[in-house]
T-cell receptor, first 111, second 117 residues
């Protein structure tokens, strides 16, 4: 089974608008993380939310987690052109130490 | 700020050749990982390494793959006989303590783009 499926696959917005990306997963998790990847570059950790948390903020980022629906959302407020990147959710697999990544959302912020 | 460094950034190799991808994890980290991302696809876990041995590996990590920590700083991924389908971006990552399950942040390198021709 696949873990961590994001939607939308691609999102194009104007600078200043908010961007919301969603992630769904299938198995029980201990935590969920969001990563950002600029084109052809490495993955940068953005934020982690644990299974007993419902919402977390970090600067312009807001993450929610609904374990009953096995879903999470990442909200970027007041987007900037520099936010243009791919965003991935990643969950632990419930055991071990590996991250299971979703397919990602490609965000384009137009200036 | 400490970072994970990977070399080379891009490697082109002939099918059937051996390649070694190199990584220098963050110095006080104890857990090391390799992931790969085939173009346009998800980032996939390959292997995790702790205390000089593999702690977990995926189905992708078959006998063609091996990892090593040859000294106190480097962490390498070797592909013995490359196939066309090994073409991908390979990411090294490290974490201070146990990783995903305990919610420890994994720090990723910039990746090595491997192209098998």
């Amino acid at each position: 089974s696949q873990q961590g499926e994001e939607d939308p696959q691609a999102l194009s917005i104007q600078e200043g608008e908010n961007a919301t990306m969603n992630c769904s997963y299938k198995t029980s998790i201990n935590n969920l993380q969001w990563y950002r990847q600029n084109s052809g570059r490495g993955l940068v950790h953005l934020i982690l939310i644990r299974s007993n948390e419902r919402e977390k903020h970090s600067g312009r980022l807001r993450v929610t987690l609904d374990t009953s629906k096995k879903s999470s959302s990442l909200l970027i407020t007041a987007s900037r052109a520099a936010d243009t990147a791919s965003y991935f959710c990643a969950t632990d697999a419930g055991y071990g130490n590996k991250l299971v990544f979703g397919a990602g959302t490609i965000l384009r912020v137009k200036s | 700020e400490p970072e994970v460094t990977q070399t080379p950034s891009h490697q082109v190799t002939q099918m059937g050749q051996e390649v070694i991808l190199r990584c220098v994890p963050i110095s006080n980290h104890l857990y090391f990982y390799w992931y790969r991302q085939i173009l346009g696809q998800k980032v996939e876990f390959l292997v995790s390494f702790y205390n000089n041995e593999i702690s977990e590996k995926s189905e992708i990590f078959d006998d063609q793959f091996s990892v090593e920590r040859p000294d106190g700083s480097n962490f390498t991924l070797k592909i013995r006989s490359t196939k066309l389908e090994d073409s991908a971006m390979y990411f090294c990552a490290s974490s201070e303590i146990q990783g995903a399950r305990l919610g420890t942040e994994a720090f990723f390198g910039q990746g090595t783009r491997l192209t098998v021709v």
